[in-house]
């Protein structure tokens, strides 16, 4: 019977993660960002990805820093997406985590 209202629960999650999940950089796309000469050729390889709008507000030149930070806050933002959306036991476990994360970077 639960698996009934499996989609009520844990649908919207699941699509999600399935999302994220195809947006994972390829071989071709890490093959294509090692041939990349200079940061801004990163850059344009990188807008036509699933990534492509992280660095689409920066002014300027980036560096590696920049690219850095915006990865860094693109996966908290979608890690605490997931975490806010998330039922128990997945929810705790995600609790978890953060906690480990916390202590190893203060």
Known sequence: MGEFFFNIDHGYLEGLIRGFKEGILTQTDYANLVQCETLEDLKLHIQSTDYGNFLANEPGSITVQVIDERLKEKLVTE???IR????EPLSTFLDY?????ISLYT
Request: hydrophobic residues 60%; without cysteine; neutral net charge.
């Open 79 to 81: 890690f605490t997406h």
């Open 84 to 87: 806010n959306n998330a039922l």
């Open 97 to 101: 985590i953060t906690l480990v994360l």
